[in-house]
Each structure stands twice: as C-alpha cells, then as structure tokens.
C-alpha cells in the first residue's frame, strides 16, 4: 500500500513497514494537488477571522493600561505584525510547495524523531492558548449570572484560584469545547459563520457606544502617555513589541498547516500580507480607543473586555455581549487552539494519536496550565506568557527557516519525511546539531525570565544578561539560526 506524494516528480511515499507507518497517518500526509484549492482571499479571510478575537482586543488594551497613549499602541502592534509576516510567509513556503503539515516540516531539520521537540513546544503553547480562550469563556457564562444576581461579587484572580462558581463556570465552557471536539470540527463551521457576522458588529458596536459615552473621539484620543521621558517609553516598548510579534509566534511555526492547501506561492503570501497586519491593526484600533474612553467614563482604564461589558447596567445588554463573547471564543478555540495540537500531539504516534485524542490532550493541559493566571494583569499577559514562549518559538522558526532556505535551497526529499532511515533520519531520528542550535538559543533568555516570575533577586545576573529577555524572540531567532548553520555547514566538510 502507498500513498502518492502529491509534488510532480517526486517519489511515493512508502508505508512498507510498521516502522515507517509510525511516521504517517491521514492527518499528516501531504495534501493532492487537486485538493490545493486555497487562493489569496482564502488566506485574507483566515487573517481576518483569526484576527478578530478577544486577545487581540486584549492585546491592544493592556498596552493601554501599561502606559502608551493610542498611536503608540497601533504603532507597536503594526510593527509587530509586519515582522512576525517575515518568518510566517517563509515558512508557509515548503508548506504550499509540498502541502505537508509543520511536524513533518520539522523533520527536515530536526530528525524524524527529533521533530516531537518542536511539535511539542508549539503544542504546550496553543493548549495554554486554548486554556485562555475557555477562560474567556467560563468568566462570560459567569459575568451573564452576575448580571441578573448582582449580589455575587466580582471574579477575584489574586490568589491561585478564583472563587468557586466562576470555576465552574470555566469547566462548563470547557466541557463544551470537549464536546465539540467529540462531534468533530465540521461542526464549528456554522459557529464561525456567526463569528464572521456578530464580531465585526459588536465592535464596531463598542466603538459607537465608547465615542458617545466619552462625548467624541477627540478626548479619547488626547489620552496622554504615561511615560515621561525616552528611556522610559522604550523600557516598556521593547518587551511589549516582543509580545506583539510572540503573538503569532505560535502560527509563524504551524503556518504549513494552513498553507498546504495553498493554490500556489502567491495565493498563501499575497493573502497573508493582505489579511494579517492591517486586520489586527484595525481590531486592534478598537481595543486602543474604548480602554481610552474608560478612563474618561470610569475614571480608571479597563484592558479586560469581559469586565468591561459586565459594568453595563443594562442586563439584556450585558447578556447579549457575554453570549457574543462565549459563541465567538468557542469558534475561535477549536479553529485556532485545537487543529494544530491535536496534529502536533498526533505526530508523538500517529497510529495511536488521532484528532480526538489530540483534542482532548490540548484541554487536559489547558486546565493545567492555570490561564486565569496568565491574564489576571496586562503584565502577566504581556510580559509572562507572550514574552516568555516567544523564548522557546524563536529558536525553533530559526532552526527551520535556516535549514530550509540556506541548508535545502528549498529542496526536500519528501519521501524520507515518512521515512526511518532516510537523510531526516541522521542515524538515530534526532538532528544533534538542531537540538544543540536550540539550546543555545532559549538559554540567553532564561536569567530574564526567572527575574520575571521573581524567583531570583534583581541582582543575581548582570543587568545586560537579563535585559536580553526583553528581546526573547528575536535572540532566540537569530541565536539559533545561526549557530544551527555553523554547525551544519561543519558537518558537510
């Protein structure tokens, strides 16, 4: 039995053997080309729909809270978005090329076995994304009771659990999310076509109601910076562009997921460029302008939208935004926080793993991972989760972009992918030479980020050592591609 790998000229893919089975299943094998059916606007539209989401919002709000002033959030989160496009688009290349998945991609650099690394780090990541959403989720379901029994209090995030019945809340919206794994993903589609029509209304919703109530967008607008002098703007501004570009840290690795259905090159770059920046950019702008108007309505800035729509005093209202809330996150989680786990999970055994399995491994972990604690602040959300897994996705988007483009020529033998013993195989299925390149990358941000969750003292390291956590993605990136193409280049002498 053989499956065809779709690339004319190339060779079939073997499964002669258990052993060789173990590396495909039919999630991980490469797409037809006659089912490569996504053109540019396929990919604009997957921009603009991932985009619109309560993070994004949320990502815009808390820049507001820590201190910027309106045009120096877009400006921080546009300039994310146009670098974190670069490694997006080329690594969306070998996808669209030969429509293989990112945990096979990653066999090319990190071993037919070796490539579980990656997968894994990526899959802890979206199972902490996946995480964050349900909360989102679970704190709405509770902001709707709360909104007809004002008695109950508001959700309290300072200690290591919230109050009972918000938890409850939260396994509830979890339970469903679960379900919906259960009954598979085509069972989202009409959830997503809600999403599509009620998002972009409840915003720009938001913003009508955050301009009336602020009298104009002038006032919203005039919302000083909190910063007083240059180096205290960019103290913050570069962590925070950190965040921003560690945002999509996540997709810029798994982006083959997507771009294996890909037309042609053109259809997943064009469409990348078109529906990335300027949609995030201008969702964005709605989280920027209504955490301003906050501080002229409340007297305080609110960066969190859940709390936000709970301090309407009109009950139906904030019934209506919350189960807007809860529809658009559940589409939104299983789209963007279940696919690509579930696959990378998948990758460990693919005769053992399938969707569903992989499903519920993602919301397991989730649980685990303790999300109400990754957004109780905007520094939490900013500077401890964003920051801190653009550590550990950096290096890897080096590693591969590096061994793809300078190491491959972009050349791939597809074949060995699926193969135990082929050239990705490098003797015992790890790449030594990419493992090493990773290390080297995640270790310069380590000393930062034990500063960061105040586990050291301000002084345990020099101050230029832990400063560089402030930069994580882009140390790691460049760290590790570059010592992953020294020591590759020595190896062929």
Request: a positive charge; proline letters at 5%; one cysteine or more.
């Amino acid at each position: 039995m053989s499956i065809e790998n779709q690339q004319p000229g190339l060779p079939l893919i073997g499964r002669g053997n258990e052993d060789e089975a173990s590396l495909l299943n039919e999630d991980l094998a490469p797409i037809p080309l006659e089912k490569r059916t996504w053109g540019t606007w396929n990919y604009a539209a997957l921009w603009i729909s991932m985009s619109l989401c309560i993070p994004t919002y949320m990502l815009a709000s808390s820049l507001i809270q820590g201190g910027m002033n309106w045009w120096q959030s877009i400006l921080t989160i546009f300039l994310g978005n146009a670098i974190v496009l670069i490694p997006m688009i080329l690594n969306g290349h070998a996808g669209a090329k030969y429509g293989i998945p990112f945990p096979v991609l990653a066999r090319a650099s990190f071993g037919t076995k070796g490539a579980n690394i990656p997968a894994m780090l990526r899959a802890i990541v979206a199972c902490g994304w996946f995480g964050i959403q349900t909360w989102i989720g679970g704190a709405s379901l509770y902001n709707i009771l709360r909104a007809w029994n004002p008695s109950l209090e508001e959700i309290n995030l300072s200690g290591l659990f919230p109050q009972a019945l918000p938890l409850i809340c939260f396994f509830i919206f979890w339970l469903l999310n679960m379900f919906i794994v259960y009954l598979g993903v085509e069972s989202i589609k009409k959830l997503l076509v809600f999403k599509a029509i009620f998002l972009p209304v409840a915003a720009l919703a938001l913003l009508f109601w955050a301009i009336t109530a602020a009298k104009g967008l002038g006032p919203i607008l005039s919302q000083p910076s909190k910063f007083t002098d240059t180096p205290s703007f960019f103290k913050f501004f570069f962590p925070a562009l950190t965040g921003m570009v560690g945002f999509w840290a996540t997709l810029s690795l798994n982006i083959p997921d997507f771009t294996r259905y890909a037309k042609n090159q053109k259809a997943q770059i064009n469409g990348q460029i078109i529906g990335l920046a300027p949609s995030m950019t201008l969702f964005a702008f709605i989280g920027v302008v209504v955490t301003s108007a906050t501080a002229i309505i409340y007297g305080s800035t609110e960066w969190d939208i859940v709390k936000l729509a709970g301090r309407f005093e009109n009950k139906m209202m904030v019934s209506f935004a919350m189960i807007g809330i809860i529809i658009s996150t559940l589409a939104t989680n299983i789209a963007a926080n279940i696919v690509s786990p579930a696959n990378d999970f998948s990758n460990l055994s693919p005769s053992k793993i399938n969707f569903k399995t992989g499903g519920y491994i993602t919301g397991i972990i989730g649980i685990l991972i303790f999300p109400w604690k990754l957004i109780a602040s905007p520094d939490g959300y900013i500077f401890t989760w964003l920051v801190a897994y653009s550590s550990l996705l950096g290096p890897v988007g080096g590693i591969m972009i590096a061994d793809y483009f300078f190491i491959r020529n972009k050349n791939l033998v597809a074949d060995d992918l699926y193969k135990h013993g082929g050239s990705y195989s490098y003797g015992n299925g790890f790449n030594s030479n990419a493992i090493i390149a990773l290390l080297c990358g995640i270790l310069p941000n380590v000393p930062g980020f034990l500063l960061q969750i105040k586990v050291v003292s301000s002084t345990a390291f020099p101050q230029w050592i832990s400063e560089l956590y402030h930069y994580a993605w882009f140390v790691g990136f460049i760290v590790s591609g570059i010592v992953y193409l020294l020591l590759m280049k020595n190896n062929k002498r």
